[in-house]
């Protein structure tokens, strides 16, 4: 586990060092350029703290926290990559954030399914409703939003995707699941991540709209927006997962 862990870590940093040939073009008044050192510097150390702490939390939710590591860990990487074209170009097309969201929105949605199971049994059709219904969202939206559907009808599909998700979270089986469960560290994450989902993830359609469809915001200042959203959608996100999992922790299950 330790090799695990060195492994990660010296790859994550030296992946990070692949943006340092740019550096000298990022004027230090560019809040969009700043924003996105910053929230890549933060995926970096919320993936190395999920990873090195996967062995001091008890065994059924390490799996939630591995999960967590990656969602950051494969955002950090395409940030790096978002990030050197703007500062290499000025700017950077929103379409380069979908590589992201395909695989790290369904992760964070497969996390209601993976918290609701280290205290009992959850049916395995909710980890398929989550998962094919987030993809479903994010697709639809990257194609509305990349032109090979009308961005409407993109727009649409996604939204009723999300609609969806939002109904299986809190009245469908993982909210019937959630109301029979008295432990209340989990609960109350499920309830924050809940929350996350909701408003936050209420910005990505809002962007959609004024990005997409009116086209009345460029993409510089979308990316500014969507920098600080991805530190709540990603960071938060998993340290809330984080703390449920060491208050139900304790030295023996360690």
Do not use: C
């Not at 936050?200 to 962007?207: E, R, S």
């Not at 200042?221 to 340290?239: H, P, Q, R």
Request: charged residues 10%.
């Amino acid at each position: 586990m330790v090799k695990l862990l060195t492994f990660v870590t010296v790859t994550l940093l030296a992946m990070s060092g692949t943006s340092n040939a740019n550096i000298d073009l990022l004027p230090v008044d560019d809040i969009v350029g700043i924003s996105f050192w910053v929230i890549s510097m933060g995926l970096l150390a919320a993936t190395a703290f999920f990873f090195f702490e996967i062995r001091s939390v008890a065994s059924n939710w390490r799996t939630s926290l591995t999960v967590a590591g990656i969602i950051t860990g494969v955002a950090f990487i395409n940030y790096l990559y978002v990030r050197n074209v703007y500062v290499s170009q000025g700017e950077a097309s929103i379409l380069y954030r979908y590589i992201d969201w395909i695989i790290t929105m369904p992760l964070q949605m497969i996390q209601f399914y993976l918290i609701l199971a280290t205290v009992r049994k959850v049916p395995k059709s909710l980890f398929w409703k989550l998962l094919i219904g987030t993809v479903v969202m994010v697709l639809a939206a990257y194609l509305g939003a990349s032109e090979n559907i009308p961005s409407m009808i993109g727009f649409i599909i996604g939204i009723g995707a999300w609609v969806y998700l939002l109904y299986e979270i809190f009245s469908g089986e993982a909210g019937r699941v959630l109301v029979k469960i008295g432990n209340k560290p989990m609960v109350n994450a499920y309830v924050s991540m809940r929350m996350i989902v909701t408003v936050v993830w209420a910005i990505y359609p809002l962007g959609y709209v004024f990005g997409h469809i009116t086209n009345s915001i460029d993409d510089n200042f979308l990316n500014l927006i969507y920098n600080v959203t991805d530190f709540i959608n990603k960071i938060v996100f998993g340290l809330v997962i984080w703390v449920a999992a060491t208050q139900n922790t304790t030295p023996r299950n360690r």
